[in-house]
C-alpha cells in the first residue's frame, strides 16, 4: 500500500500530506463556534493583550474551565499571524497532526510500518478527530499528549531505558497543562490493567517509575501552584471541584446520556472507517489475535492487551460519568484506528479471510456513511433555509465512488490498491466537507457580522457594546473588549442614555418591546438570525 512512500521519512510526509489536506484548507474561514471555541478563544486573547500568561479570565471574570496550554499557544499564534480564526484554531490542527505522527509512530512499534501507515490516515479521516483539528479546544492537544505518554510508556516497557521514563512523565504532565488529571488518571488506569493482565505489576515498583511521576511533576506543578497563589486557591477550587469532580458526578449544563452514549459516539465519530469497527474488533480477541504473533506467550499478544486495555479503560471511565459530551473520548479513537488498521493490513496481506458477506457488509457500510451525509445535509439545509449546506450534499457520493472502486479492485484480487482507494476517499470526502462545508452554516451565525456592523457605524473612538437578553462568548473575542450585561429593560434603556456611543446586542423581540420606552434618538444598525438562539437580534446604537 502506498508504494511510492517507502520507509519511516516517506510514510511521515505522505502523513503529513494527508493531516494538511484535511486540517488546513480555509482554517480560519468559518466563524468561531459557541459557546467554547469563543470562551477559549477570547481568554487567550485577553493574555496576549493584559499579558499576564498565569490566570485565565474571560470578559473580566476568571475563567476556571480550563488550564492554560491551549491558551499559550493559542496566544503564541495570535502574536505570529493576528487575532483571527486561523490562529485561534492553529494549535488544535498541529497538535491533531502530531497525535496522527504518534499513532504511526505507536503501531509501527507494536505491530509493522504498514499498520502504522494505515493506523494513521484512519485517525487522521475519522470524522470526529478531524472535526476536534477544526475546533479551538484542548481536546487534540490532550489527545496528542496521551499519545506521546503511551508512546513512550510502552517503550519504557518494552526497551527500558530513563529516557522513556522521563518522556512519559513530561507528556503526561503537558496533558494536565492541556485538560486537568485525566492526563494522568486514564493512563494510569490503563497501564496498571495492562501490568495487571500481563502479570507484570512488579514493573511498578521500578525506581524509573518514580522518576517519571517527578517528571510529570515538573511540567505541571509549577502553574498549577503559581495560579493557586494569584486567585487564592480559587481557580483550583472552580477547576478541580466544579470542573473535573463535579462534572463526573453530575451532568453538567444539561451533557447527559445513557451507557450507550459514548460506544455509538465512538462508532459515528470513526466513519467512514465505523464501517470495519466489528471485524476489526472480532479479529482482535481470541484465537485470531494470537494467529498475528504466535510467539507471543500465551493469551492475547501484549500488543492487543494493550490496545484493548486503552480503549476499555477510556470508554468505561467516561461512561460512569454523569456529564458526557462527545469530545471526551477523543484519546480513545488512536486505539480504535490502529486496531482498524492492524486489521484492514492482515487482510490486504491475505493473514486473515473474513468471510465475503462481512467484508461486503464493511464496504456498503464506508457507503452508507456517505448516503447517510448526504441525506443528513439536505434535510438541515432545508429546515434551516440554508441553500449553501443542501449543496454540500454532493460530497456524499465519494464514500459511494470510494467503496465502489475498492470492490471492483478486491474482485479483480488486488487489496492493496483497494485499501488506497478507501483511504484517499475518506480524506476527498472529509477535506471538503470540513473546508468549505460548514462555512455554509456561517449564514446562520450572528456575532461577526453583528461585530461587523458595529465597526462600519462606529463614529466615536470610546464605544460601548453592551447585552441584553442576548450573549454569546464569540462577541468578546470579536469585539476585542469587555462587553457588559444588561440586568433588566431600565439599565438596557439607561445604556442608550449614555453620553459616549452604545451599541445595545439584544432579540428583535425585545426590541420591539422597549422601542416605545426609549426617549433618546436611536437606530437599528444590524439585524441578523441567530443559529443558536434561533431568533433575530437586532444592534440599536444611540447615535
Known sequence: MFRLCHGRAGHHALLVVVCAALYLPNLGGPSLWDIDEGNNSACSQTMLES???????????????????????????????????????????????????????????LFDPGTGLLAGVVLASATLFSAAAHFANPDALLSACTLLTFLAWWQAFTRGGIGWFLAAGAAAGLGVLAKGPVAILLPVGASGLFLLWSRRLGFLWDRRVLWSCLACGLVFAPWYVWVGVETKAEFLRGFLLTHNVGRYFDPMEGHRGGPYYYPLVLLAGMAPWSAFLAPAVWYALGRRARADDPAAPGGLPPAYRFLWCWLVVY?????????????????????????????????????????????????????????????????????????????????????????????????????????????????????????????????????????????????????????YHYFQPSLVFYARRYVPFAADDEQALEYLRYPVQVFLVLPAEDWERLRPLVRTPCRVVCRHGDLYRQCDVVVVTNR
Do not use: M
Request: hydrophobic content about 55%; aromatic content about 10%.
Open 315 to 467: 470508554l468505561v471511565f467516561f461512561s460512569l460519568a454523569g456529564t458526557k459530551l462527545p469530545n471526551y473520548i477523543l484519546p480513545a479513537y488512536a486505539p480504535a484506528a490502529l486496531l482498524v488498521g492492524r486489521f484492514l493490513v492482515r487482510w490486504g496481506r491475505g493473514a486473515v479471510e473474513p468471510s465475503r458477506w462481512l467484508l461486503g457488509a464493511g464496504l456498503l457500510g464506508f457507503a452508507l456513511v456517505g448516503v447517510v451525509v448526504a441525506v443528513g445535509l439536505l434535510a438541515v439545509g432545508g429546515t434551516l433555509r440554508l441553500p449553501g449546506v443542501t449543496a454540500w450534499a454532493a460530497v456524499g457520493a465519494l464514500p459511494v465512488l470510494g467503496a465502489a472502486v475498492a470492490g471492483w479492485l478486491v474482485w479483480r484480487g488486488r487489496r492493496g490498491p483497494a485499501l488506497a482507494a478507501l483511504g484517499a476517499a475518506a480524506v476527498a470526502f472529509l477535506g471538503p466537507a470540513a473546508a468549505w462545508g460548514v462555512s455554509a452554516v456561517d449564514a446562520a451565525k450572528a456575532p461577526r457580522p453583528l461585530v461587523r456592523a458595529i465597526s462600519r457605524q462606529q463614529t466615536e473612538r470610546d464605544i460601548r457594546v453592551v447585552c
Open 51 to 109: 499579558g499576564d500568561y498565569v490566570v485565565p479570565y474571560f470578559n473580566g471574570v476568571l475563567r476556571p474551565d480550563k488550564p492554560a496550554l491551549l491558551y499559550w499557544l493559542q496566544a503564541e499564534a495570535y502574536r505570529a499571524f493576528g487575532v483571527n480564526e486561523f490562529a485561534a484554531r492553529l494549535p488544535s490542527a498541529l497538535a491533531a497532526l502530531v497525535a496522527v505522527l504518534l499513532t504511526y509512530e505507536l503501531g509501527h512499534r
